[in-house]
DNA sequence: TCCTGTGAATTAGTTCACAGCG
DNA sequence: CGCTGTGAACTAATTCACAGGA
């Protein structure tokens, strides 16, 4: 059933259907085409059928799709029919913003601790979680028993970091500090780099007649 | 010497190349190979060497590239030798992070107003600035000569909201709203979506074994 | 010799186009 | 018929491999 590999890009556009099924079974709709979801996503008909059939044959011929029925085998492909514990390492505004950021709830992914360096933050209440000294993260990876950590730190400690979350048994990572982490096979890294996307839109303003005239 | 299209994920790591070369130059080294600059990115020397390759010939064979002038080049190819002026809409703890993030500053993106829908939050004091009522958008956008939106609203408003930017002359909007912005030719949107980053997480988690062994 | 710059080869990803089922 | 599912065709991106200048 399932290929060797999937594309990122794959898995990132079943994730943003799931988003848009959702919405329509909010709306009531209970059959839904490839080509009416690709126009939500911004995509074709035909790449939203080529996504879905690298993990089986989930519509009608000449009908579409059952919205709650595409909708369950999404979240069963994405792994989102279970919660996941989160460790959040870190607590400057962003850390915070996240740990508030409701969709992460919604979506399955609890916070069950905040780490911190700083000992003006330690002990801070955020919401039902205290700010803890982040010389606990192995003793509270291990009883929080904490799936996947999300890294809001300087570049500088990252690293070392990670390498004390792996050890600990982390085996995904969502960073925002702006390195490239080394991590060993089996474990899962995604960077989030704010920077790096409003430079491609500074590049973008700059070179958007290049993709008209000839002459710069 | 711009060739018509330049792929996204080429721009991205010329930012992401740009990074270490600015930490190499404050570390004092001035001469750089494309294999160093590869494996801090976590890329190979071809692929870097074929970045550079589109835009011009920066290196100097046998020896590698000159740390400062290339990191001169990359700001001049991203349009980073300027200043932005970015308009914040929403004013939420997403947003208030995001005009704290020194990374904007630093890199020459200037947060000049902040506009909020919510009574309770126009006329606060955020740094400098006081955020105004969105209603005000058009009116922002012209008198702060604005060029670019960041738009951290839910999902429900903003394409009302982008259509009015784009109609007050904004051309480039990094957007953290959950949905398909539509907008006309020349004008560039980046999505943020940080539940997706999460989903892939989640699909590489319940994957994981897939890339090893065959039976699940 | 060392390392860049770049066509050529390869691999990955998207789009086409149509057979086949409801 | 209508719309899915999918090989085949195409386009894009990456990697190879080597010629050539410092």
Known sequence: MLPRKIADSTVRRLA??????????????????????????????????KDLSFFG???????????????RELRDILGLNRRYRVIMVGAGRLAGALVQFSGFNERGFDVVAVLEKDPAK????????????VRHLEKV??????DLAILVTPA???????DRLV??????????????LQVPEGVEVKNVNLAVELETLSY???????NRAESA
Do not use: C, M
């Open 16 to 49: 943003i259907y799931l988003r848009f099924l959702e919405e329509f079974e909010a709306q009531g709709a209970d059959t839904l085409s490839s080509k009416a979801l690709a126009h939500r996503a911004g995509t074709t008909s035909a790449q939203v059928r």
């Open 57 to 71: 044959s989930f519509g009608k011929r000449g009908l579409g799709y059952d919205v709650h029925a595409l909708a």
């Open 122 to 133: 330690i002990g801070q209440r955020w919401g039902g979680l205290v700010v803890e000294d």
């Open 141 to 146: 990876v291990k009883q929080q028993r904490v």
């Open 156 to 162: 500088d400690p990252a690293q070392g970091l990670v």
């Open 167 to 180: 050890a600990a048994g982390v085996t995904a990572v969502l960073n925002f500090a702006p390195v490239q």
């Open 204 to 210: 973008a303003i700059k070179h958007r007649s290049d």
